[in-house]
């Protein structure tokens, strides 16, 4: 369903019905366009673009989990618990305090870890499936208390989410996490700084334009009406999408008169939803639980990474013992210990196991688990959800924009690419981040790379620099 057509029903029972029956809906692959029949930008070309898109990667199938509609903190809390001492979980969604974040999945790992040094005795053999921040932290913890440990890792390098990269970019650009999340409370900013890599303060107050590219004074009204809407979804006996806590408490009533600069009450909602609530959870409102979403107005202290997240990795995994491109598709175990077989047909054993693969990869049932896996761990991976959140990186010659502001949003219709941030101010190249969430995403990723970049360019149009006289 497009985001028009998000919230233009009324509260009545009907209403709600309709757009039950028709948010969500099966993927279907749209034709990817050929470039000679895309319509020319207004914006240049780039001379370097990346892209990415991690709903099919088959090693993620997303970006991060969040609360889907039913989903609560104990899901998370039940995906964490060990299997008969000898199967462990880790990874961001597992962490109750901070899903979703760096900082959530590497404090999954030191719990992890911890939990095996429980049950366990040292010199035992721990295998680790998956080399992201959470199964490098666990493995760094555990082989310094004396185990043997061996880390299996799909891909072809380490880091999972965390992806790097240098070529052809002035600087390193992130494919994966950009930021450290409200940095007063983490000590991760602080290491990153000690390891060289540069940290820079990043205000989410952005400039706002129309699609004719005027700049507009932003409204608090989107703001207002889904914080209403959470807090009386917050007084009901059961929880309900944020999409129905916005129709049924009336917060989606506002004015669809347009003032004069052409945008009315409505389309600050719109606003709110696209370059918020979609970006911080990879989710549609209707697919977001109303009791427990990222509370999208609470202040936020972020740092952007320019210089190399996965600096972390590296340092963490010095003198591991690690197994790329190998794929994990079936681990069992008894009370004897675990055998794991890779894709290749090989088998390894263990005395124990810690999974730290992706929601999006259990929920894909990637990995076989025998006995199956409990109905509390079952229950969680099901219920809670995986979000979509992708990226494309563009670099251009000389900047076309001739604003200063770093974090650009775009207000009053439709926009796949709502949010962009302008890194010319952080670090002096015309680089621009898109970023683009849920069903835009997911819709987006079936474009070959050329029809891609001809949405995003066309996003930025609102952007372009007035010709002076």
């Not at 390098?157 to 996490?177: A, H, K, L, M, Q």
């Not at 591991?320 to 794929?327: G, K, Q």
């Amino acid at each position: 369903m497009k985001r028009r057509t998000f919230l233009l029903g009324t509260a009545s029972g009907l209403s709600v019905l309709a757009l039950a029956a028709c948010v969500a809906p099966a993927p279907v692959t749209p034709p990817s366009a050929s470039p000679s029949t895309l319509t020319p930008s207004l914006v240049p070309q780039p001379i370097t673009v990346d892209r990415t898109n991690w709903s099919t990667d088959p090693f993620s199938r997303g970006s991060f989990s969040y609360a889907a509609v039913g989903a609560t903190p104990e899901h998370r809390t039940a995906l964490g618990q060990a299997v008969d001492a000898r199967v462990f979980f880790a990874g961001e969604a597992t962490a109750v305090d901070e899903p979703g974040t760096v900082q959530g999945a590497r404090a999954s790992g030191v719990l992890v870890a911890s939990q095996v040094q429980g049950v366990a005795a040292p010199g035992e053999r721990i295998t680790i499936v998956g080399a992201g921040i959470a199964g490098i932290t666990a493995a760094r913890r555990l082989v310094a208390a004396g185990f043997s440990v061996v880390v299996i890792e799909a891909r072809d390098r380490i880091g999972g989410r965390i992806d790097t990269v240098s070529s052809d970019w002035p600087f390193p650009i992130e494919r994966g996490p950009s930021f450290v999340h409200h940095s007063s409370d983490s000590f991760l900013d602080n290491e990153l700084t000690a390891l060289g890599v540069t940290l820079l303060p990043f205000e989410r107050t952005p400039e706002v334009r129309s699609r004719a590219g005027a700049v507009v004074e932003p409204s608090p009204l989107g703001a207002q009406a889904v914080a209403g809407a959470l807090s009386w979804a917050a007084g009901q006996q059961q929880d309900v999408s944020v999409e129905r806590a916005l129709i049924d408490s009336g917060e989606a009533s506002l004015s669809k008169t347009p003032n004069a600069e052409g945008l009315s009450d409505a389309d600050w909602l719109e606003y709110e939803i696209a370059t918020r609530l979609k970006v911080e959870t990879g989710a549609t409102p209707s697919q977001q639980s109303a009791w427990y979403t990222t509370d999208i107005a609470s202040a936020d202290n972020d740092q952007i990474v320019v210089g190399g997240y996965s600096t972390l990795l590296t340092s963490e995994a010095a003198g591991l013992e690690l197994l790329l491109s190998s794929v994990v598709n079936r681990v069992a175990h008894d009370d004897r210990g675990v055998s794991l077989r890779l894709g290749t047909g090989e088998s390894l054993s263990a005395d124990r196991v810690i999974v730290t693969v992706p929601l999006g990869v259990l929920k894909n049932a990637t990995i076989e688990f025998s006995p199956a896996l409990p109905f509390a761990h079952r229950g969680a991976i099901a219920a809670l959800g995986m979000g979509v959140v992708d990226k494309v990186w563009l670099r251009f010659d000389v900047p076309f924009w001739d604003t200063a502001a770093r974090l650009w949003t775009i207000v009053g219709e439709d926009s796949d690419f709502a949010v962009w941030i302008n890194m010319m101010p952080l670090t002096g190249e015309p680089v621009l981040l898109g970023l683009i969430a849920a069903e835009n995403a997911t819709r987006l990723s079936a474009l070959d790379d050329d029809a891609f970049l001809a949405a995003a360019l066309a996003a930025l149009e609102p952007f372009l620099a007035v010709p002076k006289d």
